[in-house]
């Protein structure tokens, strides 16, 4: 399967900074990709859909300004948590979509452990 | 109702059973479903994907699609400890142009020794 790499996988940092979380697609351009966030014993929870060359459309509920998104080019989609608070403590997934013969499927980064002190 | 329903579980099997997954989606256009698999603290991995009504084999696992019924499924033959983990069923909805995935909240499979 194509292979996406997202970093740093683990991230701790002190309440009121930002952190910024990379997600590269390595053997495959990825028009779109999606961001998501899992708490404990959950399942995935959509942010947002990030569209090379435009705006991201954000989910219902997800703050926009709180969650940069920034999809630069074809490979590369970054997401910024701003002014970070306890509360943004996650799990942080990206997935690129992968186009293939038969239509287009999802393959997914190793994930952001995120802890905000 | 959710979009996509999945029986929690946990569905425990003995090692070398057949462990049976089970999705139901409400959305009757769909076209696309996945199943992923997700161990314990990290990312999901993609296991299979159906386009159409059928089985489809892949090594030890079969994914099955009725679109009549809004029902699809995953057999795992042979399971093994290793196989513990959550399932998780996705669907993309017709009307979706980004492949946008409906998740279900996810079966937690226990293959027992």
């Known amino acids: 399967g194509a292979v996406v790499s997202q970093h740093p996988s683990r991230v701790i940092c002190k309440s009121g900074t930002s952190v910024k979380i990379e997600c590269r697609s390595l053997d495959f351009q990825a028009t779109t990709m999606f961001w998501y966030r899992q708490f404990p014993k959950q399942s995935l929870m959509l942010m947002a859909t990030?569209?090379?060359?435009?705006?991201?459309?954000?989910e219902q509920g997800v703050e926009k300004d709180k969650f940069l998104i920034n999809h630069a080019s074809l490979t590369l989609s970054t997401l910024t948590v701003t002014s970070a608070h306890p509360e943004d403590s996650s799990f942080y997934i990206c997935?690129?979509?992968?186009?293939?013969?038969?239509?287009?499927?999802?393959?997914f980064g190793a994930g952001t452990r995120l802890s905000v002190l | 109702q959710k979009e996509v329903e999945q029986n929690s579980g946990p569905l425990s099997v003995p090692e070398g059973a057949i462990a049976s997954l089970n999705c139901t989606y409400s959305?009757?256009?769909?076209?696309?479903f996945f199943w992923y698999r997700q161990y314990s603290g990290k990312s999901p991995e993609l296991i299979m994907f159906?386009?159409?009504?059928g089985d489809k084999e892949d090594g030890r696992f079969t994914a099955q699609l009725n679109k009549a019924s809004q029902y699809v499924s995953l057999l795992i033959r042979d399971s093994q400890p290793s196989d513990s983990a959550t399932y998780l069923c996705?669907?993309?909805?017709?009307?979706?142009?980004?492949?946008?995935?409906?998740f279900g909240q996810g079966t937690t499979l226990q293959v027992k020794p």
């Open positions: 990030s569209n090379e060359g435009s705006k991201a459309t954000y």
């Open positions: 959305d009757r256009g769909s076209q696309s």
């Open positions: 996705a669907v993309v909805h017709g009307s979706s142009n980004t492949g946008k995935l409906i």
């Open positions: 159906i386009y159409s009504n």
């Open positions: 997935s690129a979509r992968a186009m293939t013969g038969g239509g287009n499927i999802q393959y």
